[in-house]
């Protein structure tokens, strides 16, 4: 346990997690009854991740979920590890949260950017969703690099949004989502929220309400 808590330190520290002013984890707490999906090419978000302790973990570039097509076409089902690793999670483990992280200058998002000219939008796969066209707006103030990660993420959001709608009959309808947006280049933590179409700024108090809510028993959320 020692070398774990002297780890985790250390990578919060080489990362600079703590330049975000976010409140410590105590070790003693137990690990997030969660699935964190989330890019593995931030340092800041590997730290935060291994710092909330989920109970399972997504990680992979751009934090990117399948297009939600997939869920239909069964040849393609079987191989596809990102739905696999949800389905595991929520279904074998019982888990009801789910954290999506995504950080400032990814470059999936700024990939996607580069190939389109615009913000990477256009093909979500979310079929019949007559907010999607609102929830594409929200954004729309950032300059066009911070702009782009913050759509990104929220694509996976709607993904996962519509992976819930497909399995409502099983557990669609018991879920949380929370989607996290870290500017690292101010270092500050945003909250995607729903009804205002935006992300949110995150104080301490935000922060300690969103990890008592993924470590409580699921009968007390």
Same mark, same amino acid.
């Given at each position: 346990?020692?070398?774990l808590?002297e780890?985790?330190?250390r990578?919060r520290r080489e990362a600079?997690l703590?330049?975000?002013?976010l409140?410590?984890?105590?070790?003693?707490q137990?690990?997030?009854?969660a699935l964190?999906?989330t890019?593995?090419?931030?340092?800041?978000l590997?730290a935060?991740?291994?710092?909330?302790?989920?109970?399972?973990?997504?990680?992979?570039?751009?934090?990117?979920?399948?297009?939600?097509?997939?869920?239909?076409?069964?040849?393609?089902?079987?191989?596809?590890?990102g739905?696999?690793t949800?389905a595991?999670?929520?279904?074998?483990m019982?888990l %009801? !949260?789910? *954290? +999506?992280?995504g950080?400032?200058?990814?470059c999936?998002?700024?990939g996607r950017?580069a190939?389109?000219?615009a913000?990477?939008?256009?093909?979500?796969?979310?079929?019949?969703d007559?907010?999607l066209?609102?929830q594409l707006?929200?954004?729309?103030?950032l300059?066009?690099?911070?702009?782009a990660?913050?759509?990104?993420?929220?694509?996976?959001f709607?993904?996962?949004d519509?992976?819930?709608?497909?399995?409502?009959g099983h557990?669609?309808?018991?879920?949380?989502?929370?989607a996290?947006?870290?500017?690292?280049?101010?270092?500050?933590?945003?909250?995607?929220s729903?009804?205002? %179409? !935006?992300? *949110? +700024?995150?104080?301490?108090?935000?922060?300690?309400r969103?990890?008592?809510v993924?470590r409580a028993?699921?009968?007390?959320?």
């Amino acid at each position: 346990m020692k070398r774990l808590s002297e780890g985790r330190q250390r990578l919060r520290r080489e990362a600079e997690l703590d330049d975000f002013k976010l409140p410590a984890i105590p070790d003693h707490q137990a690990p997030a009854k969660a699935l964190a999906i989330t890019c593995s090419e931030s340092p800041v978000l590997s730290a935060f991740v291994a710092s909330l302790d989920p109970l399972c973990i997504l990680q992979n570039l751009g934090g990117t979920l399948p297009t939600t097509q997939s869920l239909d076409d069964p040849n393609y089902r079987d191989n596809d590890v990102g739905w696999g690793t949800v389905a595991y999670a929520l279904g074998q483990m019982g888990l %009801r !949260q789910v *954290v +999506l992280c995504g950080h400032f200058e990814c470059c999936i998002a700024a990939g996607r950017q580069a190939e389109n000219g615009a913000p990477p939008a256009p093909e979500f796969s979310v079929r019949n969703d007559t907010q999607l066209a609102e929830q594409l707006v929200v954004a729309s103030k950032l300059p066009a690099s911070k702009r782009a990660s913050q759509l990104w993420l929220v694509e996976q959001f709607l993904r996962m949004d519509a992976y819930l709608a497909h399995r409502s009959g099983h557990w669609g309808a018991d879920v949380s989502m929370h989607a996290l947006w870290f500017d690292e280049d101010q270092h500050q933590v945003f909250a995607y929220s729903r009804d205002q %179409r !935006q992300f *949110v +700024l995150m104080d301490r108090r935000d922060f300690e309400r969103l990890f008592k809510v993924l470590r409580a028993d699921r009968e007390k959320v």
